[in-house]
């Protein structure tokens, strides 16, 4: 290797991961309250997980092992490219199994499979104002975060419900953390809001192009907006998983031809294959004898 | 029976494979070298070394030719590495007044000390296509001037001297210049962190903001001061030493806009400065960015605020090409799970709705 090309364990420079750090402690110290940090410019575009693969690398250590999904996959390409840059840069042992794992970096999913204490989970943010939407300016939302001042979310959900019936956010549904920040979970699907209550796992949050990393630290309350007339539900599917039969895991469309036939399949790749690892089979999965071997 | 797309690593793989065959290109053509694109396509690196806030030629020529001449794409490569580079600390400020200029012009004054230096521009060529470029024809050399040149004090220091202008502003005794590759941004900016966020910001956008300014939204009547292009020398204080040591000398851009102020009851009227400090020959860039300077001192000076290229935030939130293209390109990542969650929610609003539309029917009958 040319002198160019060395880099410090993980990449980023000590000095950095301190900055990190105290931005990670600070958030974890107010749970939900976005903190600026000095995000860097990052080998990958920003907006392709700048802000998780910051967090991991300024947490990450020899002994952790990794594992990274994207969309609940170990192999979609960008979870892929971000696991080769972790064994390139750290050379840390990396896993697709999410009980192996002590971080585990994200976008857009909570594995199926319940988190443990000393787990962290690292979400990748594009962008980490739950009120953005409604307010594009920084300095205001900054203002009504401090000012706990709300109603603007609650009105938007109310319309939802006074157009459609219902609140029509499906993803990026915005939570309360422990009774005071609204925060907005990244691009998860609802269905997985509630997996973040009170879970045994530290989960940190990371937006680079925005500069912000907030946090839910372990057994910390949070809660999805809702009316008492029109409570939070998440979405369910009416087939189970067709490879692993699993009933109540988020599902995945895969379209099979082009007459209008699809198959719905587990979004966490590990979750199913784990089950039909067990035995577990769908309709559409290969025979046990062809699948042995 | 259904098997599981599997693979992205080695498809990966050969993606890359298959690039770095695409930018080779034709093998009986030469390799590109490097020398080449920092002689011959010199604009090309000053770009990247702007926009890359890395002053250094080679490496962006590398950028360049890695980005296969996609310059964003090169400005990337090129502030990715200046983020892992060691900060030994901040240079004193650079003294334009004493460039060794190259290229000096006023559009407000005919005739000034130290004259009007046309240098190597592009104006008043005519845009024709020349073939015998397109051979490697001998170039005439230059004629150099004999004397050493008269000192050219800038324009805006003229202009100063009688109070016609808004003096330069002074930073206060013991403020650090703003970083902002070292600290986040929070709005509202001081100038001086707006102006580094402009200094790399998209040549593209901010021309587009400046011709806004122009064409009426938030137009402030800007004059062409002056515009200089030449090398300076950068100097760094060492804590060691009683002098300042000389690092080396970059090749800048100036551009300093004059533009009108009305005055108010406790000001007389004067004119008031957007100022344009880019690396390398760029008068666009530094013109747009001295009339994006000008629009966003609206709220300093009092004005209203009514256009885009006024607006600090939209401006700077917007202007980093670097972080534009990563969010609009990331929009090729896969997003099922989001977009199985809104087919989900569509496919039920489309039931209830057809379900509503025949209850209404049905009651009509």
């Known amino acids: 290797m040319t002198e160019l090309a060395t880099y410090n364990f993980a990449y980023l420079d000590e000095q950095t991961k301190r900055m990190i750090r105290r931005a990670i402690l600070k958030a974890i110290a107010i749970p939900g309250y976005q903190v600026p940090f000095a995000s860097r410019e990052m080998p990958m575009p920003y907006g392709w997980g700048t802000g998780g693969v910051q967090v991991t690398a300024a947490i990450i250590g020899p002994k952790d092992t990794l594992k990274v999904i994207d969309q609940g996959a170990d192999d979609t390409t960008n979870a892929v490219s971000i696991r080769a840059f972790f064994q390139k840069v750290a050379n840390v042992p990396v896993t697709t199994r999410t009980t192996e794992a002590t971080i585990i970096q994200t976008r857009h999913r909570i594995p199926e499979t319940a988190l443990a204490a000393g787990q962290t989970l690292v979400y990748q943010v594009p962008i980490p104002e739950p009120l953005r939407f409604l307010e594009p300016r920084e300095t205001e939302t900054r203002k009504m975060h401090a000012l706990e001042e709300y109603g603007l979310m609650h009105v938007k959900l109310y319309e939802d419900i006074a157009r459609h019936g219902h609140i029509a956010t499906t993803y990026a549904y915005p939570v309360k953390v422990e009774g005071r920040y609204v925060m907005d979970p990244s691009p998860t699907p609802k269905f997985d809001n509630p997996k973040m209550h009170n879970s045994p796992a530290l989960q940190l949050f990371g937006a680079g192009r925005e500069k912000r990393i907030y946090a839910i630290p372990p057994y910390t309350e949070v809660v999805s907006l809702d009316f008492e007339d029109h409570p939070f539900e998440i979405q369910t599917f009416s087939q189970p998983c067709a490879l692993c039969g699993a009933k109540g895991s988020y599902l995945d469309e895969v379209i099979l031809d082009d007459k209008g036939g699809s198959m719905f399949v587990c979004s966490d790749t590990d979750f199913c294959e784990e089950r039909q690892a067990a035995g577990h089979r769908g309709e559409l999965s290969a025979p046990q004898a062809e699948a042995a071997e | ?365």
Do not use: W
């Open chain 2, 1 to 365: 029976m259904y098997v599981a797309v599997k693979g992205g690593e080695a498809a990966i793989r050969n993606a890359h494979k298959l690039l770095a065959d695409r930018r080779r290109g034709d093998r009986s053509v030469p390799a590109i070298g490097l020398d080449q694109i920092v002689e011959q396509l010199a604009l090309a690196v000053d770009r990247v070394m702007a926009e890359g806030s890395l002053y250094d030629t080679e490496l962006a020529a590398l950028a360049v030719k890695q980005a296969r001449g996609d310059m964003i794409e090169a400005i990337f490569l090129v502030r990715a590495y200046r983020t892992t580079l060691p900060r030994f600390g901040y240079t004193k400020p650079v003294e334009t007044s004493q460039m060794a200029i190259e290229r000096r012009i006023s559009a407000t004054f005919k005739d000034l000390p130290g004259g009007q230096l046309l240098g190597p521009t592009f104006d008043y060529t005519h845009r024709l296509l020349d073939p015998e470029l397109a051979e490697d024809a001998p170039v005439d050399v230059p004629d150099q001037r004999v004397e050493a040149p008269e000192h050219m004090p800038r324009v805006m220091d003229i202009l100063d001297q009688d109070g016609m202008i808004e003096a330069d502003g002074i930073m206060p005794e013991g403020v650090q210049t703003g970083d902002l590759t070292r600290e986040p941004l929070t709005f509202p900016l001081e100038r001086d962190l707006r102006l580094q966020a402009l200094a790399r910001g998209d040549e593209g956008f901010l021309l587009g903001l400046a011709y806004s300014t122009q064409r009426g939204y938030a137009r402030s009547h800007p004059f062409a001061g002056e515009i200089r292009i030449g090398e300076v020398e950068v100097e760094l204080e060492v804590a060691e030493l009683d002098f300042p040591l000389t690092l080396g000398r970059i090749r800048l851009t100036e551009c300093q806009m004059v533009n009108q102020f009305k005055g108010s009851s406790k000001q007389s009227p004067q004119f008031t400065r957007g100022y344009g400090l880019v690396f390398g020959q760029s008068e666009r860039k530094s013109m747009s960015m001295a009339l994006c300077d000008r629009a966003l001192r609206a709220r300093e000076l009092g004005e209203d605020i009514t256009a885009a290229a006024q607006d600090e935030e939209f401006v700077i939130s917007h202007s980093d090409n670097v972080q534009s293209t990563g969010f609009v390109e990331h929009l090729k990542l896969p997003h099922y799970v989001d977009f199985q969650a809104e087919l989900d929610l569509v496919r039920r609003m489309r039931a209830e709705h057809e379900s509503q539309n025949n209850q209404i029917s049905e009651a009509a009958e």
